[in-house]
């Protein structure tokens, strides 16, 4: 229960508007993986990014493009994470 105490303290800095602001992303992203597990929506985006960048079209994907599709994946990951990580909260 210390990572609650923590989230206590850490919550008596913020606002009301931000404290509200904070519930309704955790609501956004918790709805958000109620339709789909992380795993089945990070395993079809990566089947979907495989896909792209392996075919033999590949004079189209920039140096810049494939940037971006890093860093999409980062977003992704971190999304995925925040969604286990407020499932197990919700559990503990």
């Known amino acids: 229960m210390i990572i609650k105490?923590?989230?206590n303290k850490a919550s008596d800095s913020f606002?009301?508007?931000?404290?509200?602001?904070?519930?309704q992303q955790h609501e956004l992203v918790s709805e958000f993986f109620k339709r789909d597990k992380s795993a089945e929506i990070v395993n079809s985006?990566?089947?979907l990014i495989e896909t792209f960048l392996f075919t033999e079209d590949l004079e189209n994907v920039t140096p810049e493009m494939r940037m971006h599709i890093a860093n999409?994946?980062?977003?992704?990951?971190?999304?995925?994470?925040?969604?286990?990580?407020?499932v197990r909260w919700k559990a503990s």
């Open 72 to 86: 999409q994946l980062r977003v992704v990951t971190l999304i995925t994470q925040l969604g286990e990580t407020s």
């Open 45 to 47: 985006l990566n089947t």
């Open 15 to 23: 606002t009301e508007a931000e404290a509200l602001l904070l519930r």
């Open 5 to 7: 105490s923590n989230l």
